[in-house]
């Protein structure tokens, strides 16, 4: 099993930065892909980005491409979302996800979730 724990979220201008972290516990945690998804206020929960185990692939949303990057210390059993040039529409609950599968985007894939980090971008 394996608990997630994201922080870091918190109110920025538009076009400032935030550093999401997301702490997993749980001996299994290194052989897990990740994946970070987002909920705006009256949307649906969506996709933003994701790693596989190793940390070798990356995939985005094209609504982050150039903008935000994800990576992973598998010795601290962190996972980082960098959020840069950030857009009053990316303000939403941010969620760290973890899986054993290899559709990245499908949020079915993912069986354990974080609680959820608020980031707000004001204009």
């Known amino acids: 099993q394996v608990q997630l724990v994201e922080s870091g979220g918190g109110l920025v201008q538009a076009g400032g930065s935030l550093r999401l972290s997301c702490a997993a516990s749980?001996?299994?945690?290194?052989?897990?892909?990740m994946g970070w998804f987002r909920q705006a206020p009256g949307k649906d929960r969506e996709f933003v980005i994701a790693?596989?185990?190793?940390?070798?692939?990356?995939f985005y949303a094209d609504s982050v491409k150039g903008r935000f990057t994800i990576s992973r210390d598998n010795a601290k059993n962190t996972v980082y979302l960098q959020m840069n040039s950030l857009k009053p529409e990316d303000t939403a609950v941010y969620y760290c996800?973890?899986?054993?599968?290899?559709?990245?985007?499908?949020?079915?894939?993912?069986?354990?979730w974080g609680q959820g980090t608020q980031v707000t971008v004001s204009s």
């Open positions: 996800a973890a899986g054993p599968g290899t559709y990245y985007t499908v949020q079915s894939n993912y069986n354990y």
């Open positions: 749980g001996r299994a945690y290194p052989t897990y892909n």
């Open positions: 790693i596989t185990r190793s940390g070798a692939t990356t």
